[in-house]
């Protein structure tokens, strides 16, 4: 079965990096395009990327553009959401998600790992 | 892109059917098929519920449909039962090329 596990996460002091993994396994990673997906503390799902299954098209939500960085290395099953120039508002539960179609764009998320929390904090 | 609009609660007592409304524009709920429908327990990761509208994954109770008129999206829930009560969220693909959430409605079974 769909197995996504998610590391990385941890406490950032405002203004720092960090990078998460999400290690793939029950699928064929290299067919299916990823997601990253957040939580706020007590908020709502926010989506904030899409890799392509070979990284050909790539999408990020406004919010965090240009300081998100998502990837993927298909040899070892394993998806990446590197965070520059983080905030207080980046503190969230962030999840990785396998999307359900092998389209070039998102379309839904059939799949979720358990999360890694990143507190942006001083 | 602004979240999709959905009603803050929904309450319904056991074997009631309750429906929860996802509402949008015609760049994305209305525009695509794409839309797709969330469960979330506390402390637990989403599980989908529903996608490309109507569908429904294997594993999914029956219970559950999704329907869409206009720029509004639905997800009912027939035969409520005390295990439904939870967040729900819809998401949609919208026409930049990403996709959006909606602002989630918990569900209490009285």
């Known amino acids: 079965q769909v197995q996504l596990v998610e590391s990385g996460g941890g406490v950032v002091q405002p203004g720092g990096s960090l990078r998460l993994s999400c290690a793939a396994s029950g699928f064929s990673l290299n067919s299916f395009g990823m997601h990253w997906v957040r939580q706020a503390p007590g908020k709502g799902l926010e989506w904030v990327a899409f890799i392509q299954y070979d990284a050909g098209h790539i999408y990020y939500a406004d919010s965090v553009k240009g300081r998100f960085t998502i990837s993927r290395d298909n040899s070892k099953n394993t998806l990446f959401l590197q965070m520059t120039s983080l905030g207080p508002e980046d503190t969230a539960v962030y999840y990785c998600?396998?999307?359900?179609?092998?389209?070039?764009?998102?379309?839904?998320?059939?799949?979720w790992g358990q999360g890694a929390l990143v507190t942006v904090s001083s | 892109q602004s979240a999709l609009t959905q009603p803050a609660s929904v309450s319904g007592s056991p074997g009631q059917s309750i429906t929860i409304s996802c509402t949008g524009t015609s760049s994305d709920v209305g525009g695509y098929n794409f839309v797709s429908w969330y469960q979330q327990h506390p402390g637990k990761a989403p599980k989908l519920m529903i996608y490309e509208v109507s569908n429904r994954p294997s594993g999914v109770s029956n219970r559950f449909s999704g329907s869409r008129s206009g720029n509004t999206a639905s997800l009912t829930i027939s035969g409520l039962q005390a295990e439904d009560e939870a967040d729900y969220y819809c998401?949609?693909?919208?026409?930049?090329?990403?996709?959006?959430f909606g602002t989630g409605t918990k569900v209490t079974v009285l």
């Open positions: 998401n949609s693909y919208t026409n930049s090329i990403t996709l959006v």
């Open positions: 998600a396998k999307d359900g179609r092998r389209y070039p764009y998102g379309t839904h998320f059939d799949s």
